[in-house]
């Protein structure tokens, strides 16, 4: 289908274009990479009297360190994600479930931003976040914001970003010397994700020390599998581990849909973090 | 309505469009470059991918306004002086299409998989060509096509033992 109308405008700098955003007040979208914005107006499911195209401000592109932390540019696309090395080397879980997103066309327009900002709980990328502790950087007329990842996703395709703020950078920890694994599990190639769990893994003389577990697609917000990563700490071996997951569904409240009940996405989450945690500690 | 300048398969465009106006629509409707085809609405299908600024696309997932400055390659850019490429000929000789609603979409994947991976495995053309729905074919002989022209463009030749090798890895 067609979209619906609208007005265009393409801000060359980030102060112009919270300006854009702070001037047309509810009535107005920002455009990053567009495919998930895109297809929503295809459908008419979303009508913006204004779109705020940032996909050529350039500083809002690309990977830098400062210090211990990754600064990762929100307007990055998958794929720069994806074959960036200080991505790869701090931030491995991170380019690991990016390339488990859509496919080669779709990755090279979408962004880390434009995923995080639309919070779709079948994302990929919001859970990852969270498991990272990544840190979302936000601008608005009033200047910037940190906001954690756990306090970002607020419900089902809602975030704390008020109408006229725009996501400049996301700030990852790195992890270097954690285990990592994305486990994703779809119907068929190039879909999204029934249940998906990111597990972070740090060892310490066999044992796991500290785990980390983030849940794609198990309630209307990515979560933490907090019971499941409380008991994890100390297991030792793959029986540990089993037993662990199985409270990885705990106090999660996931939907159905036409490919999964509900029961059927936790049981998912329990078999997945058992996978994902395995292969993270180095056990599987 | 906004001004655009684009080149297309080697032409410059200049045109006022409507800021909604997709990609595809502007390349069919507007240049009349038929050779896109539009076979979704929810950008799955990836029978429209281009090429834009080097890399592949779904131009039914671009606006127009966002191909301003940018350099588009359909897949009627692919044999300007009518001398298919190695990989247009693969699909050919390899019965890569049946009712070729996806052929064009294929070959810009699988043009720009071989740009990134001269050389990928079998299990790596499925991967590159997971936005393509082919719904003739059942898929074997678009990886043997795209298989067999990273031989040839390789100068290896398209019958030598590494095509005899990745034919059985295919079909194993
Ligand atoms: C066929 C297909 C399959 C897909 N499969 C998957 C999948 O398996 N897993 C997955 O995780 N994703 C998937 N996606 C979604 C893809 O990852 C998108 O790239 C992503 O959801 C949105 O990023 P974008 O840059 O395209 O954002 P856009 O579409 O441009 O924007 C999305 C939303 O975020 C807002 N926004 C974007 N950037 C900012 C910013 N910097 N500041 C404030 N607000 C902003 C926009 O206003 C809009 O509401 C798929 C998409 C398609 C088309
Ligand atoms: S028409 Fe573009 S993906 Fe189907
Ligand atoms: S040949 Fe008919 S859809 Fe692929």
């Given amino acids: 289908m067609i979209p619906p109308a609208f007005d265009y405008v393409r801000p060359a700098g980030v102060e112009e274009a919270v300006r854009a955003l702070a001037d047309a007040g509810e009535d107005a979208k920002v455009l990053a990479g567009g495919q998930s914005l895109l297809p929503l107006l295809r459908l008419r499911l979303a ?3 204004l779109v705020v195209d940032v996909g050529r401000i350039p500083e809002l592109r690309g990977v830098r360190e400062d210090g211990d932390t990754l600064v ?4 990055t696309t998958h794929h720069d994600v994806v074959h960036d090395p200080l991505v790869r080397r701090h931030a491995g879980l991170l380019a690991q479930a990016t390339e488990a997103v859509a496919d080669p066309a779709v990755r090279h327009r979408g962004t880390l ?10 994302g990929d990328l919001p859970a990852v976040a969270l498991a990272l502790d990544a840190e979302l950087v936000a601008q608005g007329p009033g200047g910037r914001r940190a906001i954690p990842a756990r306090e970002f ?10 109408p006229d703020e725009l996501l400049v950078e996301i700030r990852v920890p790195k992890r270097d010397g954690w285990g990592f694994r994305y486990e994703k599990f779809a119907r068929v190639a190039q879909s999204w994700a029934m249940v998906g769990v990111a597990a972070l893994v740090r060892r310490d003389d066999g044992h796991i020390a500290e785990a980390r577990v983030g849940l794609t697609n198990m309630g209307a917000t990515p979560l933490r599998a907090t019971a499941a990563e409380e008991a994890l700490a100390g297991a030792g ?8 997951a199985e409270s990885a569904a705990e106090g999660t409240r996931p939907s159905r849909d036409a490919s999964a009940s509900p029961e059927y996405r936790a049981h998912l989450a329990r078999v997945l973090t058992k996978r994902a945690v395995l292969a993270a500690a180095g056990m599987g | 309505m906004t001004h655009i300048s684009v080149t297309v398969d080697g032409t410059a465009y200049e045109d006022e469009v409507e800021p909604r106006l997709l990609l595809v629509h502007y390349l069919r409707d507007r240049l009349g470059l038929t050779g896109t085809p539009i076979g979704c ?5 990836g029978a429209c991918t281009v090429e834009l600024d080097g890399v592949s696309v779904k131009s039914c997932t671009v606006l127009a306004v966002q191909a301003d400055g940018s350099e588009v390659t359909t897949v009627q850019g692919l044999a300007p002086d009518g001398e298919w490429t190695p990989l247009q000929r693969a699909f050919h000789e390899r019965h890569a299409l049946q009712c070729g609603y996806c052929t064009p979409g294929m070959l810009m994947a699988a043009r720009d998989l071989l740009r990134e991976n001269p050389h990928p495995s079998p299990e790596e053309v499925r991967r590159a060509l997971e936005g393509n729905l082919c719904r003739c074919t059942g898929y074997q002989n678009i990886v043997r096509a795209v298989l067999s022209a990273a031989e040839e463009s390789d100068g290896s030749g398209a019958t030598g033992e590494r095509s005899a090798a990745s034919a059985q890895e295919v079909t194993a």
């Fill in chain 1, 47 to 49: 009508f913006p009297e």
């Fill in chain 2, 41 to 45: 609405d929810t950008s799955n299908c």
């Fill in chain 1, 237 to 244: 071996d793959a029986g540990a581990v089993a037993r662990a």
């Fill in chain 1, 113 to 122: 931003g434009g995923s995080l900002a639309h919070a779709d709980p079948a």
């Fill in chain 1, 72 to 75: 990762i540019g929100a307007l």
């Fill in chain 1, 153 to 162: 996703f607020t419900d089902y395709l809602q975030t704390t970003l008020a």
